[in-house]
């Protein structure tokens, strides 16, 4: 079973102050992505990566930034968390371009007070 | 506008009706793949479907790439199948982007 593991699972942060969301995959897969789902929104892509180095802009990227260090992890970064960014964050990686189904991880509840 | 359309945007049935979720989509995508998620929970994969149709139990997808369009028939539902589906589709590039879902609701 495919496994994408995202780290942590809960957040509280404050205003102004740094938030990375870490997530891992031991999938092999080259594609990550990071998601935000709100109430009225759905889900909507934030950043993704074809491969260790590279993060694309999805369609929602202001205030965030995205680190692909490895094949196996990839980073959201909240450098000045405001509360507007208070939102459930899912990561997930899988090659759908390639023929292999997506998977998610189980989310992070991220508050900023 | 939406690259991802959903219908309907809720649904309730009783118990043991039919049920049939349509996704369009208004870009061309390399594939396509539906997802189910309890509220609070996460997304769980239902089918991952680039064409053609596709059945699991009581579930069966059918996608026809060059209408861009997916369809979700559940059959004979049960209290069990509540809660949201969601279709994503992706481009040649990867990126994957979703619809906002069709809530199904169903009732003893």
């Known amino acids: 079973e495919a496994a994408v593991t995202q780290s942590p699972r809960n957040k509280v942060a404050v205003t102004g102050g740094k938030v990375t969301l870490s997530c891992n995959q031991t999938?092999?897969?080259?594609?990550m992505y990071w998601y935000r789902q709100d109430t009225g929104h759905g889900l909507r892509l934030i950043h993704y990566s074809y491969g260790a180095g590279s993060t694309e802009k999805g369609d929602i990227p202001d205030g965030y930034k995205a680190s692909r260090p490895s094949q196996e992890n990839f980073s959201l970064i909240l450098e000045l968390a405001t509360p507007s960014q208070t939102s459930v964050y899912f990561c997930?990686?899988?090659?759908?371009?390639?023929?292999?189904?997506?998977?998610f991880g189980k989310g992070t509840r991220l508050t900023v007070v | 506008g939406q690259q991802v359309q959903q219908s309907p945007t809720s649904l309730v049935l009783q118990e043991g009706e039919n049920a049939e979720l349509q996704c369009n989509f208004s870009?061309?995508?390399?594939?396509m793949q539906w997802f189910y998620q309890r509220p609070g929970g996460s997304l769980i994969s239902v089918f991952y479907n680039p064409s053609g149709t596709k059945q699991s139990g009581r579930l069966t997808s059918t996608t026809v790439i060059k209408e861009r369009r997916s369809s979700l028939h559940i059959s004979s539902s049960q209290i069990t199948d509540s809660g949201t589906y969601l279709c994503?589709?992706?481009?040649?590039?990867?990126?994957?982007?979703f619809g906002d879902g069709t809530v199904l609701t169903v009732k003893p």
């Open positions: 994503a589709m992706a481009t040649n590039t990867g990126k994957l982007t």
């Open positions: 870009t061309s995508l390399n594939s």
């Open positions: 999938n092999n897969h080259n594609n």
């Open positions: 997930a990686s899988g090659d759908p371009d390639r023929g292999t189904e997506v998977f």
